[in-house]
């Protein structure tokens, strides 16, 4: 069964704090995402990463930086928090499907982390 | 790049009743669609997928249609019970680096 883990369900920041979000999956998948989910706007893609040491922009990169040191784990990193920034943050996983394959797997979701900037 | 537009944003049936959510996409190269179902506090979970090989994939309740030359993809679920209530996010997806775009979701009520 997929596991995908994330560091904190509710976090409070204040503006112009660096906020680290941590999530961490057990099923050795290559890919892992970050998207922030609001109200009317659905899931929108922050960055998203392949293989380790990878990153690639998403639709909404500004603000946010990522890394990603070992497999199993990916970090959002906020460097300087905004209110605009409150949001609720949800992290994905899901396994490549291979060079020269049709196919794109199934995204394995966290359980969210609720954000205020305050 | 893909842009996803769901329709209704909310929608709300009796037990019992049918409940269809519409999206359309805009990349033509687009070729995998999800659907994602998250209950209240919950995570998204994948309920069916379709592929752009199939016109219509279903699984008891639920069933999906796509049409690629109006791209556009439907979601339709029948015999409604209380415990579909949950928003419902359409996606769309090409092979390359498995990025999803998904719509703005759909907040389903089934009143019983």
């Known amino acids: 069964d997929v596991k995908v883990t994330q560091s904190s369900r509710y976090l409070v920041k204040r503006t112009g704090e660096k906020v680290f979000l941590e999530c961490v999956q057990d099923m050795d998948h290559e890919n892992m995402f970050w998207y922030r989910q609001d109200p009317g706007l659905g899931l929108r893609l922050i960055y998203f990463s392949y293989d380790v040491k990878m990153k690639e922009k998403g639709d909404i990169p500004e603000g946010y930086s990522v890394s990603r040191e070992k497999k199993e784990r990916f970090s959002l990193i906020l460097e300087s928090a905004s209110t605009n920034q409150t949001s609720m943050y949800l992290c994905?996983?899901?396994?490549?499907?291979?060079?020269?394959?049709?196919?794109?797997?199934?995204?394995?979701f966290g359980p969210g982390t609720r954000l205020t900037v305050l | 790049g893909e842009n996803v537009e769901q329709h209704p944003s909310t929608l709300s049936v009796q037990e019992g009743d049918s409940a269809v959510i519409k999206c359309t996409y805009s990349?033509?190269?687009?070729?995998?669609f999800p659907w994602y179902k998250q209950e209240l506090g919950k995570r998204p979970q994948l309920i069916i997928d379709?592929?752009?090989?199939?016109g219509e994939k279903k699984d008891q309740r639920i069933a999906v249609t796509l049409n690629k030359t109006a791209k556009h993809f439907s979601l339709h679920i029948t015999e409604t019970q209380p415990e579909d209530s949950a928003v419902y996010f359409c996606a769309a997806s090409f092979d390359a680096g498995n990025m999803l775009t998904f719509g703005g979701g759909t907040r389903l009520m089934v009143k019983p």
């Open positions: 990349d033509s190269a687009s070729n995998y």
């Open positions: 379709i592929r752009s090989n199939v």
């Open positions: 994905a996983s899901s396994s490549y499907p291979g060079l020269g394959t049709a196919s794109t797997d199934t995204q394995y």
